[in-house]
């Protein structure tokens, strides 16, 4: 179900009106109903159904244990594992598909959404495991995990946020002049930049071949693909985000912001905290922390080094989770080397310039002008290996990296 | 005598005006026939 189709708008208005006829638990109901009408609209197969049930009730169970025992243990962490691993043989990874054979990748399976799926199923079991979170059932953890605002692609909502929430949802008070003009001033931003600004910026290399008539290869042509694509691309998440945030705001959910003028980033670090915000902190919290945290209390004195290899794990696992193929794995190798070598680069400043003379030289505005420019046409390179998939080219270029 | 606006109608006001001035926008942009690309984010 498409956000700019006539069913989708049926859609909406039907669960606007069947919204406003019942208190909390009626709310409940109708988000829980219509979150599920919404994901069978994609999934409607027997074989994709059964496949998320097995997902969704496993994590719940394993959530369920993970509070019993109170931390993060060997079966916690095979589980996890194992998720992972589903998760990239039902993603079709090309890199599965060369490790272990094509075989593994050549099903027809699709779990639309599962990506977000997985990444929120990992919160929970962790944070049910810290005890962080401690009240959970099962009617608002399905909700949570297939609520038709994130479902496919919207900020990566923290639980605890979520359940908040859901439990003032009889107190919600729908129509107030203030935030349904707000709202729909967010969901009109959102189709302006995902159904027309950003289709708009993706056809204009091809536009331009056909009013020049020069060959798509041509210099000019490869340029206005380099930066038109970051572009299309912002335009496009960042416009599916606000449609999201404004039809949350709408239903009663305040759902994070995931995007800060990501474009006027100083360094690959401050993109990211810039760009896909909450995946960003979700990284930060459950691949980041742990790992640094579990390097520095075995070695105390190469925190520089946890640091670093630290933010090249995050950066590499955000790159590959983006896709299968094996443009994004280059992709995660770029994040994963540009944060890694930014945060190299403060270590050695801060160690040799001193703290103050590091901030001085953050706080100059040639240096950041210079460091803005450099940081925006990075991030455009990298993106032009998932623009197209450059599969073939990358065997190649390993082919010939082989020992002869 | 003239009745000015309160802060508060003023800014409901230019977030209703633009709401309206996005929704311009976009239908001129669609109705100048571009293909609409439902393509989402990668991250699906």
Known sequence: ?404 | MRKSLTPQQVKLLRVALITILQLSVYFFIRMLAYTPQTILYQGF
């Open chain 1, 1 to 404: 179900m498409s956000l700019d189709s006539s069913h989708f708008a049926i859609f909406m208005v039907c669960v606007l009106a069947l919204y406003t006829l019942g208190g909390a638990q009626w709310r409940k109901t109708v988000l829980l109903v219509a979150s599920l009408y919404f994901l069978v609209s994609y999934i409607a197969i027997f074989e994709a159904i059964a496949a998320f049930t097995a997902v969704i009730v496993s994590g719940y169970v394993m959530a369920l244990y993970a509070r019993r025992v109170g931390r993060v243990n060997a079966v916690i962490i095979l589980y996890i594992v194992v998720a992972v691993g589903a998760f990239l043989i039902i993603k079709k990874y090309q890199v599965v598909g060369i490790l272990l054979g094509p075989a593994w990748i050549s099903h027809g399976l699709v779990l639309v959404g599962y990506s977000y799926i997985l990444f929120r199923q990992i919160h929970v079991i962790v944070d049910s495991a810290q005890q962080v979170i401690v009240d959970l059932d099962f009617i608002s953890y399905l909700t949570y995990l297939i609520s038709f605002l994130t479902l496919l692609a919207g900020p990566i909502q923290r639980y605890q946020n979520f359940r908040k929430q859901w439990d003032r949802l009889g107190e919600w008070q729908m129509f107030e002049l203030e935030k349904t003009l707000q709202a729909f001033m967010r969901i009109s931003s959102g189709y302006l930049g995902v159904y027309a600004i950003s289709p708009m910026i993706l056809s204009l290399p091809a536009a331009a071949v056909d009013l020049t008539g020069l060959p798509a290869t041509a210099p000019s042509i490869t340029l206005l693909n380099f930066y038109s694509y970051p572009i299309y691309l912002f335009f496009n998440f960042a416009g599916y985000c606000s449609i999201v945030i404004g039809l949350g705001m709408l239903l009663g959910f305040t759902l994070p912001e995931n995007f800060n003028k990501p474009y006027f980033s100083d360094d690959p670090i401050d993109f990211w905290n810039r760009w896909h915000i909450t995946l960003s902190t979700w990284l930060r919290d459950y691949v980041f922390t742990p790992y640094y945290k579990m390097g520095i209390s075995r070695f105390s004195n190469q925190a520089l080094f946890f640091a670093v290899t630290g933010y090249f794990l995050a950066f590499f696992i955000t790159g590959m989770w983006h896709g299968s193929t094996l443009g994004y794995l280059v992709l995660g190798l770029l994040y994963g080397a540009s944060n890694a070598i930014t945060k190299l680069i403060e270590g050695f400043s801060i160690r040799f310039l001193g703290r103050n003379k590091y901030k001085k030289l953050r706080a100059n505005r040639a240096v950041m002008f210079v460091s803005t420019v450099v940081t925006l046409h990075f991030v455009a390179f990298s993106l032009q290996f998932v623009q197209v998939d450059r599969s073939a080219d990358i065997i190649n270029f390993f082919n010939q990296l082989a020992p002869k």
